[in-house]
Each structure stands twice: as C-alpha cells, then as structure tokens.
Nanobody, 127 residues
Framework: QVQLVESGGGLVQAGGSLRLSCAASGRTFSSYTMGWFRQAPGKEREFVGG????????VYTDSVKGRFTTARDNAKNTVYLQMNSLKPEDTAVYYC????????????????????WGQGIQVTVSS
C-alpha cells in the first residue's frame, strides 16, 4: 500500500509555470506506474500524464503535450509534474495516482488502472 501527498499547487497567471510534487510513503514506490489526473469544476476527472515505474516512458493527453512534463525520482519516492505555459483552462484540482508496475500506454488514461490516489491539490490559472 502507498500513501500519496501532492504539493506545489496555487494561483498563477496565464503563461506562468508551476511544479507539482507527489510524495509517496512506503518502500515500493519504484514498483508503481504513476499518473496525474485533474478535475475542473463541473467536469469529470481526466488524465493528464503518466510515467512508467522506471521513468523510461511518459504519456500525456493531447491538451498538455509540449507544455507539461512528468518525471520521477525513485530514490526520493517522488513524482513531479512541471507545468509550463499555463492556461486558464488548466484550472483544476490535480491528483497523483499509483498504479500497477507494468501498464501498456493505452491503460495510462484509465482511472481504473490506479489503485491509490492523493487527496488532490488546487491549481488556479488566472487570465
């Protein structure tokens, strides 16, 4: 089992940057695929990006490609989401999630692929 805690959210102007961190408890962090999701007011939670257990593969939803980057440091039990060129439509509660070690890329997008979730953190982008 793993517990996840997000940090680094806040308010930023359009065009700005934020870096989210997700710290995981436990000694088996490197055994998990990690994903980032977000939920805007009145909308369903959606996939943002994900990274394989080794960090060797990353997957992103089209709307953030070229702007967001996820990375992980297994020695620090932490996964990051660097968000650049932020837009007002990126405003949402962002969640990190941990899923099984071996996932094909198509399964990254599915919330059902992730067993553990953080509590979420607010990101607000003003225009």
């Amino acid at each position: 089992q793993v517990q996840l805690v997000e940090s680094g959210g806040g308010l930023v102007q359009a065009g700005g940057s934020l870096r989210l961190s997700c710290a995981a408890s436990g000694r088996t962090f490197s055994s998990y695929t990690m994903g980032w999701f977000r939920q805007a007011p009145g909308k369903e939670r959606e996939f943002v990006g994900g990274i394989s257990w080794s960090g060797g593969m990353t997957v992103y939803t089209d709307s953030v490609k070229g702007r967001f980057t996820t990375a992980r440091d297994n020695a620090k039990n932490t996964v990051y989401l660097q968000m650049n060129s932020l837009k007002p439509e990126d405003t949402a509660v962002y969640y990190c999630a941990a899923g099984q070690k071996y996932l094909s890329d198509t399964y990254y997008y599915s919330q059902g692929s992730y067993a553990y979730w953080g509590q979420g953190i607010q990101v607000t982008v003003s225009s």
